[in-house]
């Protein structure tokens, strides 16, 4: 299993911590707006990641989190004129469902920052009881100086960020790349500590939610290209201080979805709401895979409609295998292994292991439906469709691909083998009559 690795830039064989368990964490919503589908590409390629794993035997302990108290989410609550808690609320259910309509578990530790607050705050003592934080009037920062590979993830320097900083007007900070692990604020929800009321910085609570639940170095730690610097880059610095490593062993970060060549954002305005897509959103996921995850994805309707064609395609012959299953000559009890689907299978679990290449695995799938037309066209193809059946299923279920079959029943066999009688009598009348029915079914296509 080879995993392209942020942190060192290079593709690094997959060694887990603890044998057969991968623990895993992705940095999750903050809660004040519906999700837009750049924000769904992490929620799918992060889901697959886990089912892969998953697939290959080990147990995945999977973490996302809710920031469910930030600037944003009081500003939404001041329009809306209601307060914090009822927008997270609102939010986090929109997000499940968004979750759920694009085939993504719901079903993973979901930490809320609210429910954290003393682990964060402890936390947060810490680093100042090591000298790696200080604070003033009722805010804390972070010495960023006081660690010395900050910049590893990102590749920046300090130098650097020094001398392209804007002119600092914050007087409190020492240093002005120190960032924010508590906010002294009298706007909005607020909790004690001991410099007094406020919040924490966004930067402090993905990491000391992680130490408080994980207990120390992580698997994998996944998110948004853009939340590398300086979110990630954040993240690495308090846990260097807080525990001398890198918090994870292997950072992954997947690319942006570009409209017109700009990142989808909703400060852009360029967004499109998950909630707002038509239909099975399965041509949806099929979309946010088709591309490696570290590459940039190009969205428009046109791009997103020819997924969707594809997908509507994949799904029919899946469908049309086991009608054809229903009526095929049924021969062996015990699946039999087809050289052709075996090579598939390799295939696309080999591209699956070299750095989750969905492309590549998604080009399998296709040759996986080439196969199974053959076998349809085929009246002795029960073996062939049952196999082919078979490893549609698997490819699903890594995918998160999700299909709803109702196998044909007595009436409907019936009406196909009247169909069949029809055609070879030339009673063409009959046969595009019975033809209709059986499309009406969505046994023809």
């Known amino acids: 299993m080879k995993i392209y690795n942020t942190l060192n830039k290079t593709l690094e064989t997959f060694d887990p911590i ?52 930030d600037d944003k989410i009081i500003t939404k609550a001041i329009e809306d004129e209601t307060d914090e808690r009822t927008i997270a609320e609102k939010f986090i259910e929109a997000f499940y469902r968004d979750v759920e309509r694009v085939g993504s578990s719901t079903k993973y ?28 009037d009722g805010d804390v920062y972070f010495r960023v100086t006081k660690v010395d590979d900050y910049g590893v993830l990102s590749g920046r320097k300090i130098k650097d960020l020094e001398s392209g900083a804007r002119v600092e007007v914050n007087k409190k900070k020492e240093n002005p790349l120190d960032f924010t692990l508590w906010k002294s604020t009298t706007e909005g929800i607020k909790y004690p500590s001991p410099w007094g009321e406020g919040r924490p ?95 940039p994805i190009s969205y428009s309707d046109e791009i997103l409609e020819s997924y969707v064609n594809e997908w509507e395609k994949l799904k029919r012959v899946y469908t049309q295998a086991f009608y054809a299953l229903d009526l095929a000559e049924r021969l062996d009890e015990d699946l039999v292994k087809f050289t052709a689907l075996e090579t598939i299978r390799e295939d696309f679990v080999q591209a699956m292991r070299d750095d989750f290449n969905t492309a590549n695995a998604i080009t399998e799938l296709r040759e996986l439906a080439k196969f199974t037309n053959r076998a ?19 490819m699903f279920t890594i995918l998160g691909l999700k299909v709803d079959v109702k196998r044909m029943s007595k009436d409907t066999r019936a009406l196909y083998m009247a169909w069949t009688d029809a055609r070879k009598n030339k009673d063409f009348e009959k046969a595009d009559r019975l033809r209709e029915t059986l499309q009406n079914r969505g046994v023809l296509a």
Request: aromatic content about 14%; glycine content about 8%.
């Open 201 to 295: 910085g966004w930067h402090t609570e993905c990491v000391a939610m992680i130490h408080d639940i994980f207990g120390g170095k992580i698997d994998i730690h996944g998110g948004g290209a853009d939340l590398m610097f300086p979110h990630h880059e954040n993240e690495i610095a308090q846990n260097r201080a807080f525990h001398q490593h890198h918090l994870a062993n292997y950072w992954m970060h997947n690319g942006h979805l570009h409209v017109n060549e700009q990142k989808m954002s909703k400060s852009e305005g360029n967004v499109d709401l998950v909630k707002d897509l038509d239909g099975d959103l399965m041509g949806f996921r099929l979309f946010t895979l088709g591309t490696h995850y570290r590459a």
């Open 109 to 136: 530790l979901a930490p809320r920052v609210t429910k954290y607050m003393s682990a964060i705050i402890d936390y947060i003592d810490q680093l100042i009881q090591e000298d790696f934080a200080y604070a003033v």
């Open 376 to 394: 349809i066209r085929k009246t002795d193809g029960y073996d062939a469709l049952r196999a082919a059946i078979d490893l549609f299923n698997t």
């Open 18 to 69: 603890h044998e057969n368990t991968v623990n895993m964490y992705v940095c999750g919503p903050t809660v004040y707006n519906y999700i837009h589908v750049g924000n769904a590409r992490p929620v799918i390629f992060f889901d697959v990641v886990r089912r892969f794993f998953e697939y290959l035997g080990f147990t995945v302990n999977f973490v996302s989190n809710f920031t469910d108290v």
